[in-house]
């Protein structure tokens, strides 16, 4: 691959998928990996080109694999997107360890183990970007999802050391909080038109966040000022709340 690339890692996910179209419309070449690869392959069996298109299996879990995995992809990405993650169900979370770690590594373990082994690589070559999903969820945590708000606060906060981290080495980190995004992760619950964005529009706003160097973006700039107020209420009444 001759022109840019970006690596997709969660490529079967809806937002993942948008990510792919976007980028390979702006002239990238791509590297879609994914733990269920037959997924993506579906897909893009309905694209009409697919000249400068790499698919791989990557598994999320496998942390002793995540070197080996970079070093053999044949290319060094200049910009890695990691954008997996599991909502899974909090009230199942709360009595069943195998769900709780399952949350905690879908979107805290297994995204730091991979993205240490890209910021190394980016580190010595003094170039590349890496884009991070998190969410608005690790802002605050809330008594309806605090499994996964712990894990995308700490993966906010990873995000947040590394981009201080590689800043001298040129290499940009970009954290993105989305808020509620209309996907299949999403379905079925009842979410409110207004503060839900479309995968497409996630796909648009981490390319322009990449292009311009931001260190965070709210998809839906709502969710900045809705945060800061979550954020700002005093413990002793946010204990009390319904949220």
């Known amino acids: 691959m001759a022109k840019s690339t970006v690596l997709i890692l969660g490529a079967s996910s809806d937002v993942g998928k948008s990510l792919a179209e976007y980028y390979y419309s702006k002239g990238y070449g791509l590297v879609l990996a994914a733990r269920n690869t037959s997924l993506v392959e579906?897909?893009?069996?309905?694209?009409?080109?697919?000249?400068?298109?790499?698919?791989?299996?990557?598994?999320?879990?496998?942390?002793s694999q995540h070197k080996e995995w970079f070093t053999n992809m044949g290319i060094v990405p200049d910009i890695t997107i990691c954008v997996f993650g599991?909502?899974?169900?909090?009230?199942?979370?709360?009595?069943?360890?195998?769900e709780c770690n399952r949350i905690l590594i879908s979107n805290y373990s297994g995204a730091v183990s991979i993205l240490n082994v890209v910021a190394e690589v980016y580190r010595v070559k003094k170039k590349g970007v890496?884009?991070?999903?998190?969410?608005?969820?690790?802002?605050?945590?809330?008594?309806?999802?605090?499994?996964?708000?712990?894990?995308k606060a700490g993966f906010t906060a990873y995000l947040s050391g590394l981009r201080n981290s590689l800043l001298s080495s040129g290499v940009h980190?970009?954290?993105?909080?989305?808020?509620?995004?209309?996907?299949?992760?999403?379905?079925?619950?009842?979410?409110?038109?207004?503060?839900?964005?479309?995968?497409?529009?996630?796909?648009?706003?981490?390319?322009?966040?990449?292009?311009?160097?931001?260190?965070?973006?709210?998809?839906?700039?709502?969710?900045?000022?809705?945060?800061?107020?979550?954020?700002?209420i005093p413990e002793f009444i946010f204990k009390r709340l319904k949220l």
């Open 42 to 63: 579906a897909y893009l069996s309905k694209w009409p080109d697919r000249n400068e298109v790499k698919l791989l299996s990557f598994d999320a879990n496998e942390f």
């Open 86 to 98: 599991y909502l899974g169900d909090q009230e199942k979370a709360s009595r069943n360890w195998d």
């Open 130 to 151: 890496i884009a991070g999903i998190s969410s608005v969820a690790g802002d605050r945590g809330r008594q309806s999802n605090y499994f996964y708000g712990s894990a």
């Open 173 to 232: 980190v970009l954290t993105v909080k989305p808020g509620f995004i209309n996907t299949k992760m999403t379905a079925g619950l009842n979410l409110p038109k207004p503060l839900t964005a479309q995968p497409e529009q996630v796909a648009k706003a981490v390319y322009l966040g990449c292009k311009n160097r931001r260190n965070t973006i709210y998809v839906l700039p709502i969710w900045r000022l809705i945060m800061l107020v979550i954020k700002w």
